[in-house]
């Protein structure tokens, strides 16, 4: 098989080269859909979006930076063909993390969480979300999201109407062409706030959203993360989330140690593609040989990012345990894939060589970055907590993340940021999530 196993080495080394800074344009091309409450909401005309919290992410960053905003209007269905093509620099309409995304471009720390909730009419027909699961069900879906992903997942047998303007989603239920309609808790409070007899059911999965950077633009991308992380710890983005999503959006979330834990569990939510495309083209899922590459280079990108952030970079040895925490678990996500029988990956499935490893790469270039921003001796139950309530991709057993969570502590333990800089989240509670060491729960599906 050796003769198969394609070099890593060249991509490895791309790990540096590909954090090269590029300068900030001065007109920033802002993708927005335009038609997603809170998000981003436009008037009458499409020249632009007029409301709503990405767009007043996008407005505060302009501002700070000094950079002229040009608003480009996407749907959903085209939203990375549009990111491929080029038509804006990035994406900021509440656009939800997903695997299929992070292999076409590069996320953000996390701006807010939500989840997904089913608005039913004639509420006192359905008790739960799975009564709904029925062939004589009807329930509509805004086209080509992340919900409608997840509407298929959660409601195959049910007749799933996809619509593709999201705001037509709404009239469609109103005017009781549908039995339910999937949407998020921030939208679904809105709608709820302008229709009467309707009800929420869920809701049934936890998502990250987080600005979609083109893949060619990691000094937008790095920038972009300094300047929410900062606006973290000052309050000005917990501000914006409560103008806008409400009082109970306030928490905040792009914190050093959540920022870190989202990258981590998006770079492990890639491995069951990761695995089901290695099998398909007949590579084996480990390669031990490898991993001793993968290992320095990795050190190599956090030396690297150190050096452009003029600190001292932490303890090659705890770099070391964390990232091997990493490779552990994504094979344990890999294998575990591969043997579900009942796993569906998105298709067509991201390449392996040109999507999936370089979209890996740029999730390794931001948890490299994130790592110099870890406050000073984390208490291993705090990160305990936090691991296993923000570790959220498919098949991730309890123990792996522990494992993960440890080398976290034991890494902030040689430096970092004072408590006071890097204003970390309270405490996180441990969840009840299902979580078991053999199979996914569905709980953890959403994040495929």
Do not use: C
């Amino acid at each position: 098989m050796r003769w198969r196993i394609p070099s890593l080495f060249p991509v490895l080394l791309t790990l540096g080269a590909t954090a090269v800074p590029a300068p900030v344009p001065q007109t920033l091309r802002v993708g927005t859909s335009g038609d997603y409450a809170p998000f981003s909401i436009s008037g009458v005309e499409e020249s632009g979006p007029t409301e709503g919290f990405s767009v007043a992410i996008a407005r505060a960053y302009a501002e700070e930076r000094g950079l002229t905003l040009e608003f480009v209007r996407f749907r959903w269905s085209d939203l990375i063909p549009a990111l491929h093509a080029g038509r804006f620099d990035l994406a900021i309409s509440g656009v939800t993390v997903r695997p299929e995304r992070s292999a076409a471009g590069r996320f953000t720390v996390p701006v807010v969480e939500t989840g997904a909730v089913l608005l039913v009419r004639q509420p006192e027909r359905w008790s739960k979300v799975e009564d709904l699961n029925r062939g004589d069900v009807r329930i509509g879906v805004n086209a080509g999201g992340h919900l409608e992903r997840v509407a298929r997942e959660w409601f195959p047998r049910a007749v799933l109407i996809s619509i593709r303007d999201n705001l037509a989603v709404r009239t469609a239920l109103v005017e009781q062409n549908l039995h339910a309609a999937v949407t998020d808790t921030l939208e679904a409070a809105i709608w709820i706030r302008d229709t009467q007899g309707l009800a929420v059911l869920g809701p049934f999965t936890r998502d990250r959203k987080a600005i979609l950077v083109r893949s060619d633009r990691p000094a937008l991308a790095a920038d972009l993360n300094d300047w929410l992380m900062a606006r973290e710890r000052d309050g000005s983005l917990a501000a914006l989330r409560r103008r806008y999503l409400g009082e109970g959006a306030g928490r905040p979330v792009a914190t050093a140690l959540g920022s870190l834990l989202a990258a981590i569990d998006e770079r492990l939510a890639l491995m069951p593609l990761v695995g089901v495309a290695k099998r398909r083209a007949g590579l084996p899922l480990e390669v031990p040989e490898r991993e001793e590459l993968v290992l320095d280079a990795v050190v190599a990108e956090v030396h690297a990012a150190a050096e452009r952030a003029g600190v001292a970079p932490p303890p090659d040895v705890w770099v070391h345990r964390l990232f091997r925490a990493q490779m552990e678990a994504a094979k344990e996500v890999q294998w575990k894939a591969v043997k579900d029988r009942t796993y569906v990956g998105p298709e067509p499935l991201p390449d392996l060589n040109t999507s999936l490893r370089p979209g890996l790469i740029r999730i390794g270039e931001r948890i490299a970055q994130l790592l110099l921003k870890l406050p000073r001796d984390l208490e291993a139950t705090r990160v305990r907590a936090a691991a296993l309530e923000q570790l959220r991709a498919p098949y991730l057993s309890e123990r792996s993340a522990l494992a993960i969570a440890d080398a976290i502590a034991l890494l902030s333990r040689s430096g970092g940021e004072t408590e006071a800089a890097a204003s970390p989240s309270p405490p996180a509670q441990p969840t009840s999530n299902g979580r078991t060491t053999d199979a996914p729960t569905r709980a953890g599906r959403p994040n495929e």
